[in-house]
């Protein structure tokens, strides 16, 4: 089993950042690639980028989702503190979410469905 609990989130306005933790513990083996999602109130959850806990590689929500993170969000981690981060600058109202993060074992990727091992969320709200 893999505990996820995440931190960090708030109200910030437009403009302004964030950085989100997530917490890890557990079976290190199920924890191949670890990811940070969202959910919007009446919306799907959505990926927004992942990272390969061994080699560092990071994946970001394909191009075809629009450019919502681009060059805003960026995916990190210490696996010293088996800790997840999200750093998230320029924030837009419409980044207000519920923010997840998870684990997978396998194959790394940000479609949810991948992941087997979910934090109880975060929510983050921005003020324009």
């Known amino acids: 089993q893999v505990q996820l609990v995440e931190s960090g989130g708030g109200s910030v306005q437009a403009g302004g950042s964030l950085r989100l933790s997530c917490a890890a513990s557990?079976?290190?083996?199920?924890?191949?690639?670890m990811g940070w999602f969202r959910q919007a109130p009446g919306k799907e959850r959505e990926g927004i980028a992942s990272?390969?806990?061994?080699?560092?590689?990071?994946?970001?929500?394909?191009?075809s989702y629009g450019d919502f993170v681009k060059g805003r969000f960026t995916i990190s981690q210490d696996n010293a503190k088996n800790t997840l981060y999200l750093k998230m600058n320029s924030l837009k109202p419409e980044d207000s979410a519920m923010y997840y993060c998870?684990?997978?074992?396998?194959?790394?990727?940000?479609?949810?469905?991948?992941?087997?091992?979910w934090g109880q969320g975060i929510l983050v709200t921005v003020s324009s």
């Open positions: 998870a684990a997978a074992s396998g194959r790394c990727g940000t479609n949810p469905s991948q992941f087997e091992y």
């Open positions: 557990g079976y290190t083996y199920s924890r191949d690639c």
């Open positions: 990272i390969v806990t061994d080699s560092g590689d990071t994946y970001y929500t394909d191009a």
